[in-house]
C-alpha cells in the first residue's frame, strides 16, 4: 500500500526521490566524493524503479545527476546550493501543487483545431484550469479571440507568470478543485492520469449540457472521447462532452 501510494504521488514523489538522493550524497561525503557522487546517483535509481513507466523511471533517477550538473558539482563538496534551488522550486510549486501535475507547457499549436471541433460563442467563457505559466492560456486565447479566456493556479508565482504571459486572459490565484465550473462553455486540463476521473467527475457535474471538455496528453479512463488527434511531438489532445458517450472518428 505504502508503495502504491508513493508512485501514484507523482510529481510530489519524484521530488522526495531527488531529495533522497541529495541526502545520500551528503551522507556519503565522508568516504571520499566520487563514492558520495555515486552513492547519490544509486540512491536515485533505486527509488526510481518503484515507478511501473520508464519516463517517470527516467524522471526519478535522472534528477541527481542533471541537478549536480546544473549546480556546478566540485569533486571537494561542500556544494549546497542545491539547498537553495530546492526551496525555490518549493516556493514556486506549493506542496499542495505537487499533488496535481508539474509545469510542462502546452506545445505551440496543439489547440488550433478546436474552433472547428467545439465551436463557441462569441463572449463564451473559457477556462485553463491549472494554468501553469500561461503556455495553455496563449494556445487558448489564440483559437478563440472572441472567447473570455480564463485561468487558475495555485501557485502564486506561477499565476503572475500567467498574467503577464498570458495578457488577454483574466489569472487568478486559486485551486481548480474549487472552483465552479458551471460558467464555462469550455474547460482544459493538462493533469496527470491518476487526476483525471477526478477531472471528469466533476465536469459531469458541474459543466452545463452541451459544454467541452478538452484535455492534453491524458484520456479520461472509461469515458468515449468525442474526437482525438496526435500532435506532431507524439502528444493527443482528447474532446470531451460531458453527458455525450458517442466516439466520433478522429479527424485526419
Not at 540512491?43 to 542533471?66: D, M, N, Q, S, T
Not at 494554468?131 to 508565482?157: I, N, Q
Amino acid at each position: 500500500m505504502a508503495v502504491k501510494r508513493f508512485v501514484t504521488a507523482w510529481p510530489l514523489s519524484a521530488l522526495l526521490v531527488w531529495l533522497a538522493a541529495w541526502l545520500g550524497h551528503l551522507a556519503l561525503q565522508g568516504l571520499g566524493p566520487d563514492v558520495a557522487l555515486a552513492g547519490g546517483f544509486a540512491v536515485g535509481v533505486a527509488l526510481a524503479f518503484f515507478y511501473p513507466e520508464r519516463w517517470r523511471r527516467l524522471i526519478a533517477a535522472l534528477g541527481f545527476p542533471v541537478s549536480a550538473l546544473i549546480l556546478g558539482w566540485r569533486p571537494e563538496g561542500g556544494n549546497w546550493g542545491w539547498l537553495l534551488a530546492l526551496a525555490l522550486l518549493w516556493w514556486l510549486y506549493p506542496k499542495r501543487s505537487w499533488s496535481d501535475a508539474p509545469v510542462f507547457p502546452t506545445p505551440r499549436g496543439a489547440l488550433v483545431r478546436l474552433p472547428g471541433l467545439a465551436p463557441l460563442r462569441a463572449g463564451a467563457r473559457v477556462l485553463d484550469a491549472g494554468c501553469g505559466a500561461g503556455d495553455g492560456l496563449r494556445e487558448l486565447l489564440h483559437a478563440y479571440p472572441e472567447a473570455r479566456v480564463e485561468g487558475v493556479e495555485w501557485s502564486r508565482p506561477l499565476s503572475l507568470l500567467a498574467r503577464w504571459r498570458a495578457r488577454g486572459a483574466q489569472v487568478r490565484q486559486g485551486d481548480l478543485w474549487a472552483d465552479d465550473w458551471a460558467p464555462f462553455a469550455l474547460v482544459y486540463v493538462f493533469q496527470r492520469p491518476e487526476s483525471m476521473p477526478r477531472v471528469w467527475a466533476k465536469a459531469c457535474a458541474e459543466l452545463a449540457p452541451g459544454a467541452w471538455l478538452v484535455s492534453l496528453d491524458f484520456a479520461v479512463p472509461g469515458a468515449a472521447a468525442v474526437t482525438s488527434w496526435q500532435l506532431d511531438n507524439g502528444q493527443f489532445v482528447w474532446l470531451y462532452r460531458p453527458g455525450r458517450t458517442v466516439m466520433s472518428k478522429p479527424p485526419n
